[in-house]
């Protein structure tokens, strides 16, 4: 499946974004999702994961009750809505697949997008 990431931008602290990312090549509903962060110098890092069909949802810690993850699978699109951005949210966001369930460990995900920067200013 081939993933495409969209949205990114500079924000302002506080501000709110919405993530896209759009799916084509393989059924979109038998992948779970997931989206992952990398500020500069750090690792990959889990944020959130949402299931095939998407009743069921997954968050770090730190981002808990500040994002939304969703999907449409007719539009094969999954979303992230971030809202109360902080500096510390700064980094490219990725999206991924993986079959059949969600992970938090990005290894374990078998399709990557290519990322889109998120910069959020104080």
């Known amino acids: 499946v081939q993933l495409q990431a969209s949205g990114g931008g500079l924000v302002q602290a506080g501000g709110s974004l919405r993530l896209s990312c759009a799916a084509s090549?393989?059924?979109?509903?038998?992948?779970?999702m997931g989206w992952f962060r990398q500020a500069p110098g750090k690792e990959r890092e889990f944020v959130a994961a949402?299931?095939?069909?998407?009743?069921?949802?997954y968050y770090a810690d730190s981002v808990k009750g500040q994002f939304t993850i969703s999907r449409d699978n007719a539009r094969n699109t999954v979303y992230l809505q971030m809202n109360s951005l902080k500096p510390e949210d700064t980094a490219v966001y990725y999206c991924?697949?993986?079959?059949?369930?969600?992970?938090?460990?990005?290894?374990?995900?078998?399709?990557w997008g290519q990322g889109t920067l998120v910069t959020v200013s104080s």
């Open positions: 991924a697949a993986r079959n059949p369930s969600y992970s938090t460990d990005p290894t374990s995900y078998n399709y």
């Open positions: 949402i299931s095939r069909g998407g009743g069921s949802t």
């Open positions: 090549g393989r059924t979109f509903s038998n992948y779970a």
